[in-house]
């Protein structure tokens, strides 16, 4: 019997090429030399003391607008995926306890559902990515209160 995988070629059983296998697994580099070096350290740093500010200011009051807007970014999620997959939106409310909902009609249910997570993923890293020079950070800005003044004027809520 011959086996031929890639740079293994044993005439034999199975055995001998299970050993050149197991012979031949040492040359991965499994050892973390080098890590984490300064761009990754200080990524780290930020990552963790991001991590403890946020958790310790959870529940303080000025970061409810914060939070309100990443709920309001949630259900356009839902809205644009129910519009997308021709669906009709019906209403959308993001309520003062952090929550909200997106009345649909239509649609398709398996896409609706969870674009909300992956709207506000998607919309996190285009703020991410347009925080990156002054002129485009005004730009963000500027289309988040363009949608927020859309949503308030199509809404009849008020």
Not at 129 to 142: G, K, L, P, R
Request: proline content about 2%.
């Amino acid at each position: 019997m011959t086996y031929n995988l890639r740079s293994f070629s044993v005439a034999g059983d199975g055995d001998e090429l299970l050993q050149q296998v197991v012979d031949r697994r040492d040359l991965a580099n499994w050892q973390l030399a080098g890590f984490p070096n300064t761009d990754q350290a200080v990524l780290l740093g930020l990552v963790c003391a991001y991590s403890v500010i946020i958790g310790f200011f959870w529940r303080w009051a000025f970061l409810k607008p914060f939070k309100l807007i990443t709920v309001f970014l949630h259900e356009f999620g839902h809205a644009s995926a129910a519009v997308c997959t021709g669906g009709k939106v019906l209403g959308m409310e993001v309520n003062d306890d952090e929550g909200g909902v997106t009345k649909t009609q239509g649609g398709s249910m398996w896409c609706i559902l969870p674009a909300g997570y992956l709207g506000s993923a998607l919309f996190g890293m285009f703020f991410i990515i347009m925080s990156a020079e002054a002129n485009t950070v005004q730009v963000a800005a500027a289309l988040l209160c363009l949608a927020l003044f859309v949503v308030l004027f199509i809404a009849n809520n008020w």
